[in-house]
Every structure is written in structure tokens, then in C-alpha cells.
Nanobody
Framework: QGQLVESGGGSVQAGGSLRLSCSVS????????MAWFRQAPGKEREGVAG????????YYADSVRGRFTISRHNAENTLYLQMNNLKPEDTAIYYC???????????????????WGQGTQVTVSS
């Protein structure tokens, strides 16, 4: 059975940086969208960034564009999220998702992603 395992979360002060990793094992995907979502307490899970493996196209939510960078190491089958200039409102559990289509990458809507990790906590203090 396949697994997506996130790591790299933690606590930082506002303005700091973190890099999240998502290690993929047991899945064999054709070109697909891999993405990061986040969920803050009492809020809906929202899409943060997507990476379409069919050509490397990236997609970002407006709230993180210019601060976050999504990338993928093909040989290691690992997805990354570099988060810079973190803000308290970035505090959430961050989830890795995979198996989406190119369209789902552009929409970053959770229901179009069949495979999920367990999440990693990111806390940003002011």
C-alpha cells in the first residue's frame, strides 16, 4: 500500500523559514498533480501549492505566492515546500496530496486528490 509521509514541520517566529518534505512510496503515478494543503483550527482545508509532474508547472494560492516554493525531486520521489517569510496566519497542519489531474492542480480543491499524508504541524508565532 502506498504512503505519503510529511516531515519538516515545527515552530518558528514570524519572518522565519521552514522546508516541508513529502516522501512518496508504494505509488506509481503517471503524470499527476502533487500538492500541499493546509488546515488551521476551525477552518476548511485549503490548497497552498501544486506541482504538475507532467511538465513541472507550479500553482500557488494567492496568500502564499512569492513566499512559498513547491518543488519535486524526481529520483527521490519527494515533494518539497519551501516556506519563507512565514506569518502567524500560516499556522496550520500541512498535508501532502497526490494523484490529482492537471485541472485539479489549477483549482487546488481537495476532493480531486485521492491520496493523502497524515500531516505535519507548522506553528508561526508573532
Amino acid at each position: 500500500q502506498g504512503q505519503l509521509v510529511e516531515s519538516g514541520g515545527g515552530s518558528v517566529q514570524a519572518g522565519g523559514s521552514l522546508r516541508l518534505s513529502c516522501s512518496v512510496s508504494g505509488y506509481t503515478y503517471d503524470s499527476n498533480c502533487m500538492a500541499w494543503f493546509r488546515q488551521a483550527p476551525g477552518k476548511e482545508r485549503e490548497g497552498v501549492a501544486g506541482f504538475y509532474t507532467g511538465g513541472g508547472t507550479t500553482y500557488y494560492a494567492d496568500s502564499v505566492r512569492g513566499r512559498f516554493t513547491i518543488s519535486r525531486h524526481n529520483a527521490e520521489n519527494t515533494l518539497y515546500l519551501q516556506m519563507n517569510n512565514l506569518k502567524p496566519e500560516d499556522t496550520a497542519i500541512y498535508y501532502c496530496a497526490a494523484g490529482g489531474s492537471r485541472w485539479s492542480c489549477s483549482q487546488l480543491t481537495r476532493q480531486w486528490f485521492p491520496d493523502w499524508g497524515q500531516g505535519t504541524q507548522v506553528t508561526v508565532s508573532s
